[in-house]
């Protein structure tokens, strides 16, 4: 039993060594579409996108791109770290890095290695530490929140702005033609009748 652990192991980091990570590619990329961009650089194998479970769905996403090679996986770093990267014929300032065990969803246990959990005591040194960490994470998600709402906001600020100021360009534009006859004038060019109110 612990050489097939550990031959499911080697195999894993085998696979990790294939993958490559890589960030802020645009909500509206597919499987497909990454495939075809990153197949200029060898075989894809699988595309994995990591979910962002804490903001919206509008946020850039991440990916776990596995190639065939090893060395695939510096050609597609290269690219993106010399130029744009270009997906779907538009550039995406996209980064590309080698991935990290600690990225995969499922992995396997490292053979001979134990974890073993226990709930810590107020009385435990490391408690303030925890508690400490436990706020900041809790205040660091509310200041996340804070900022798309603010956001929000105002993107829903400037587009009432912008409507208001074309609206208020046509009533403009309509006043204008009043004055200066042209609607009269064209009202008699096709036989209209307009009320001078």
Known sequence: MGTSAEAEYAAFEDKVKRTVYIDNLSPQVTESVLQTALNQFGSVKSVQFIPNYLGPSNLAKCALIEMEHAKQVEGVILAATESPFMISGMPRPVRARRAEMEMFDERPAKPGRKIVCSWMKPNDPSFADAMQLKNFAKKSFAEADLLLELQEEEKLAHQQQDTLKTNYKKYEMIDALLADGTARRL??????????D
């Not at 009202?187 to 001078?196: P, S, T």
């Open 187 to 196: 009202a008699r060019r096709y036989n209209m009748n307009v009320a001078d």
